[in-house]
């Protein structure tokens, strides 16, 4: 689960992370309010204008901008307000249909007085899986594509593991500011920064933070002026307060009604819908899908209850991508029963109507000899497999 700019700031100031002050508006008339309670604050008539979607490079696309004067936070404000704001981030990059700015931020110029002070840094914070540990990736390039850097310039990356039993230790923040070349307040606020975030991390159950840029100040101060915060979808039970934050316009409209029905689903860009129990058989299918000439349109796992209702839910889901030529079902009947599934697919076959997308349909497990009967006796045209094999021949047929 992503978080908004906005939303993120307020999460790591609560763990005492310092921030670019700002105030989230939805409309022109809130910019304005919000413009004016910057600017009183600040002292300051400068504001960035900021729109606030789950993408990066929002500069790139016009959805970053300077205001000098209320005149012009009005002007920015109005024009961001509204716009489909494409990025490289966003579905189809900069050449997509980009995603819809509903909400801009109205943040401090953090820059000012002394801008020629001021020094970029880039500080994120994931799980590295192969190692088992949190790492801390830092560089002195922020506020660039930090996988341009690495590619470029890689031993201007710096990466600092933690240990999970141990946690992040002083020694190790003062090794990250050092590495980025601070020294006297700067290099103290940076170490108390970092411990703070690490603190963020764990407490929020976050899979992803980053700061690019990170800021240190003409007064030596570290302020976190762009905040992106991901969010692990397995935790959010324990989190309540910050599931709430869940903003489903941002989101794939039909992965959010698979979620919202049990389904765990996510949209590809191929033409073989996939419905699949289990998570591990589903990654197999997708590549049997790719060997058959064709290209996997989802991830669909339905899960070891897989019953008429909970397949016709997925047909639907599946349906709704107009991109879908095929679908290929693919089923291990352990704990479900091949039957179960078999009757649900000749159930939800008659239920939606006319079906014009072809239908290739294995099942192997438990009850397979009977499912396979239902379907060869339904009189749809659905195609039956038994082997992997026969599968991949069936899709590629069709296609």
């Given amino acids: 689960m992503n ?27 809130e910019a304005v309010k919000a413009y004016e309670q910057i600017k009183a604050d600040s002292g300051s008539d400068m504001a960035i204008v900021k729109a606030q979607i789950h993408a990066g490079g929002r500069g790139k696309g016009g959805g970053v901008k300077l205001a000098k004067s209320l005149d012009e936070v009005k002007e920015h404000s109005s024009n961001i307000l509204g716009m489909m704001l494409r990025t490289p981030q966003t579905p189809g990059g900069m050449e997509g249909p980009g995603k819809l700015v509903q909400k801009i931020l ?40 930090i996988e341009a850097v690495a590619e470029k310039t890689p031993h201007l990356v710096h990466k600092e593991w933690v240990d999970p039993e141990l946690g992040l230790q002083a020694f190790q923040t003062r090794k990250i500011a050092f590495n980025l070349g601070l020294s006297g307040a700067a290099f103290k606020n940076m170490s108390k920064f970092i411990a703070k975030l690490y603190k963020s991390f764990l407490g929020a159950d976050a899979s992803l ?107 639907r889901i599946i349906l709704k991508d107009p991109n879908v030529k095929a ?60 082997l992997l094999k026969e599968a991949a021949d069936a899709v590629k047929e069709v296609l």
């Fill in 3 to 29: 978080l908004h700019e906005y939303q993120a700031k307020e999460l790591i100031e609560s763990y005492g992370v310092p921030i670019q002050k700002g105030i989230m508006a939805e409309t022109l008339e």
């Fill in 106 to 145: 109205i943040a401090e110029d953090a820059y000012a007085p002394d801008f020629d002070a001021c020094k970029e840094y880039y500080v994120s914070i994931l799980m590295d899986r192969e190692q088992q540990k949190n790492v801390i990736i830092y560089s002195t390039e922020g506020g660039m594509d």
């Fill in 209 to 315: 933070i980053e700061i690019n840029p990170t800021l240190k100040t003409g007064d030596d101060r570290i302020i976190a002026v762009d905040t992106k915060i991901s969010l692990d979808d397995n935790a959010l039970y324990r989190q309540k307060d910050l599931a709430a934050l869940r903003d489903e316009s941002e989101e794939d409209p039909t992965e959010v009604e698979a979620k919202k029905i049990g389904l765990n689903y996510v949209k590809l860009d191929g033409n073989v819908g996939c419905m699949v129990n289990g998570a591990g058989l589903a990654m197999a299918t997708m590549d049997i899908i790719k060997l058959s000439g064709g290209s996997p349109a989802n991830f669909l796992d339905v899960g070891g209850t897989a019953d008429a209702a909970r397949v016709e839910a997925a047909f």
């Fill in 327 to 386: 679908i290929l079902i693919n089923i291990f009947g352990g704990i479900v029963r091949c039957d179960r599934v078999a009757q649900g697919v000749v159930d939800a076959y008659k239920n939606m109507g006319n079906i014009e997308v072809p239908i290739i349909v294995r099942l192997q497990g438990t009850n397979a000899d009977i499912a396979k009967d239902i379907i060869d006796k339904s009189g749809l045209s659905v195609k039956s497999a038994i």
